[in-house]
């Protein structure tokens, strides 16, 4: 059982139990501190205390030290941390926004606001012959109206833009066609495009993303890189790859609610760390798709052409 003299909060959407020895959150001049142990505990990162600096060191590389607002990297560096570290009664105290902003976890105090979904596959996903049927309103994706161009206004948004230019597939276009019209629409006014094969770039390490035709010639998303919880859809990376998604399912289903309750499904997939069933035939709405694994982290959807 859990004891009435601790404290329950949820990290990246799982429980954690801070038992009172280690510490409780508290607000100081309008700043939420966490007890560095617990957390770095619950996130199964080491921390030492070093006494005659008082410091302490989290992981193998970054040094807080007591009433400083500033944490110490390698090469001699230090970032601003914009509140101080603090001690109280024997425990190491942060600004919650190390965790939240910095780090990109996220922490809340309550289901709500951690953003558990607690639906259960089995029970808006039912299979009729060899067709597994999603209940598509359990399934709501985010949606936002902020202006136009995926990239350069979402300001840490992800989903669906009401505003958008991408319209719908004609089914007689080749993937070239299609990477021109993404590159002239969607991502017209960023510094990173397609490339004549599909990959989005990023980083110079693989893509987050990539769109591609199968050997029947149907449209293929390739999605591997997404938020775990909603710090981490401020970093570029993370957003593109959401949004990219909700366009281009937009544009290859043609049907808004099919390509938003696809997008939530994938999305539940990735933050409950649940498998769909690979390879077979999905109907969401008025639109079939299958799942691949594509052998590495994430996801591919193939939308199937309808007959």
């Known amino acids: 059982p859990y004891s009435e003299n601790s404290t329950k909060l949820y990290l990246d959407g799982k429980l954690i139990v801070i038992p009172e020895s280690l510490g409780k959150p508290f607000d100081s001049d309008g700043i939420t501190y966490v007890p560095l142990r617990a957390i770095a505990d619950a996130l ?55 965790f939240t902003e910095i780090t990109g976890h ?10 558990i979904n607690k639906i259960k596959l089995e029970d808006v996903v039912r299979l009729e012959g060899n067709l597994y049927i999603v209940d598509t309103n359990m399934f709501i994706a985010p949606t936002y109206n902020d202006g136009y161009s995926m990239i350069d206004v979402y300001n840490g948004l992800v989903g669906f833009n009401e505003i958008s230019n991408v319209g719908v597939w004609t089914s007689n276009t080749t993937l070239q066609e299609d990477i021109e019209h993404f590159n002239n629409t969607i991502l017209k006014n960023t510094l990173t495009n397609f490339s004549e094969n599909g990959d989005y770039y990023l980083t110079a390490i693989g893509t987050p ?32 790859t959401m949004n990219l998604t909700a366009e281009l399912l937009r544009y290859y289903t043609g049907k808004d609610s099919d390509a938003k309750a696809i997008w939530a499904f994938t999305d ?40």
Request: proline share 4%; charged share 25%.
């Open 268 to 307: 539940y997939c990735a933050k409950t760390k649940t498998n769909p069933v690979f390879n077979e035939t999905y109907l969401f709405g008025e639109t079939k798709i299958k799942f691949i694994d594509p052998g590495r982290y994430g996801v591919e959807i193939v939308i199937l052409k309808q007959k």
């Open 209 to 240: 993303f990539k769109v591609f035709r199968d050997e029947n010639n149907n449209p293929v998303l390739g999605i591997y890189h997404w938020g775990l919880n909603r710090s981490s859809y401020k970093n570029l990376k993370t957003m593109t």
């Open 44 to 98: 199964g990162i080491s921390v030492k205390w070093i006494q005659e600096e008082q410091a302490i060191i989290y992981g193998d590389e970054i040094k807080f030290r007591i009433g400083s607002d500033l944490m110490e990297v390698p090469y001699g560096m230090a970032l601003p941390l914009y509140a101080k570290v603090l001690a109280k009664d024997g425990r190491v105290y942060l600004p919650i926004t190390f």
């Open 106 to 115: 996220e922490i809340a105090w309550d289901e709500e606001s951690a953003g």
